[in-house]
Nanobody, 124 residues
Framework: QVQLVESGGGSVQAGGSLRLSCAAS????????MAWFRQPPGKEREFVAA?????????TDSNSVKGRFTISRDNAKNTLYLQMNRLKPEDTAVYYC????????????????WGQGTQVSVSS
């Protein structure tokens, strides 16, 4: 098993930046495919980005984060990151990191380990 703890959320004005971190403990972090999801207020959880254990990356198909968010991982630190630039009010959500032993993709059901989430609030 792997335990995931997100941090780095907070309140920021539109146009600002935040870097989210997800610290992993337990089994070898490098063996997991990792992802970020978010859940805006009153909406369903949605995929943001994922990075495989061989560093392949995918992002949401929508243009909502294109060119603004970057996912990365540091296996030596057992940590997943999400760099978020030029934040917009519509980025307001609880952000979750997720891990999968074998699967890699955009679907919520592919990931079997989840953190508790970190709140990101962007004001206009």
């Amino acid at each position: 098993q792997v335990q995931l703890v997100e941090s780095g959320g907070g309140s920021v004005q539109a146009g600002g930046s935040l870097r989210l971190s997800c610290a992993a403990s337990g089994r070898t972090f490098s063996s997991y495919n990792m992802a970020w999801f978010r859940q805006p207020p009153g909406k369903e959880r949605e995929f943001v980005a994922a990075i495989s254990r061989i560093y392949s990356t995918i992002y949401t198909d929508s243009n909502s984060v294109k060119g603004r968010f970057t996912i990365s991982r540091d296996n030596a630190k057992n940590t997943l990151y999400l760099q978020m630039n030029r934040l917009k009010p519509e980025d307001t959500a609880v952000y979750y990191c997720a891990a999968s032993n074998n699967n890699f993709g955009r679907a919520y059901a592919l990931y079997n380990y989840w953190g508790q989430g970190t709140q990101v609030s962007v004001s206009s």
